[in-house]
């Protein structure tokens, strides 16, 4: 069965540093989806991209955050000058045209 | 705006029960709901979703959930638990339809006793 793949699984980063987020998404979905769950919060939407462009974001996605779709088959999500308070799991997701998402195992970024 | 409560962070049921994991909405169009589940170091897989056609939806692994407008629920059952079933559930909403802007709700862990 076709699935998302995040990679790292765990990412460790300095206060300030930039990190990048990799996704690879379901090859035949045009929709593309980051999500974040702080430790003990919910999940939240960060932002959705189609066409190579973003679609929706949240309020949360602000100039720190960017994502970028570099060729085919990768979608990242940026954080320019990571905060302690950028700590969470980040998930990707990708759909079809239909209602469904799937969704990948997620990355943990902690800010040290 | 929209969002989902879940009621109880934590249900444990023995082997056999019933599950019933609760959920109600708040949307001010006609939403569209969804149940995920997460098992331990793994993403969220979609259990069943509601768009506006019947009331009464079925998904995978045996669980159902029912559309109570009148109730504003979505509420999750499963008839006999199994210990496989053991994971953390979430409750969203959308207004769109889509996977974008999903609105999640807190989780509930469901401990499936011998």
């Known amino acids: 069965e076709p699935e998302v793949t995040q990679t790292p699984s765990h990412q460790v980063t300095q206060m300030g540093q930039e990190v990048i987020l990799r996704c690879v998404p379901i090859?035949?979905?045009?929709?593309f989806y980051w999500y974040r769950q702080i430790l003990g919060q919910k999940v939240e939407f960060l932002v959705s991209?189609?066409?190579?462009?973003?679609?929706?974001k949240s309020e949360i996605f602000d100039d720190q955050f960017s994502v970028e779709r570099p060729d085919g088959s990768n979608f990242t999500l940026k954080i320019r000058s990571t905060k302690l308070e950028d700590s969470a799991m980040y998930f990707c997701?990708?759909?079809?045209?239909?209602?469904?998402?799937?969704f990948g195992q997620g990355t943990r970024l902690t800010v040290v | 705006a929209q969002s989902v409560t879940q009621l109880g962070s934590h249900v444990s049921v023995s082997e056999g029960a019933l599950v019933l994991l609760r959920c109600n909405y708040s949307?001010?169009?006609?939403?569209?709901l969804f149940w995920y589940v997460q098992y331990p170091n793994q993403g969220l897989q979609l259990l069943l979703k509601?768009?506006?056609?019947?009331?009464l939806v079925k998904g995978i692994n045996g669980f159902e959930a029912e559309f109570k407008k009148s109730e504003t629920s979505f509420h999750l059952t499963k008839p006999s638990a199994h210990m496989s079933d053991a994971a953390e559930y979430f409750c969203?909403?959308?207004?769109?339809?889509?996977?974008?802007?999903?609105?999640f709700g807190t989780g509930t862990r469901l401990q499936v006793t011998l």
């Open positions: 969203a909403v959308t207004r769109t339809g889509t996977a974008s802007k999903l609105t």
């Open positions: 509601y768009t506006s056609a019947a009331t």
């Open positions: 090859s035949n979905h045009l929709y």
């Open positions: 991209f189609y066409n190579n462009e973003i679609s929706e």
């Open positions: 997701a990708s759909s079809g045209t239909g209602t469904q998402a799937f």
């Open positions: 949307s001010s169009v006609p939403p569209y």
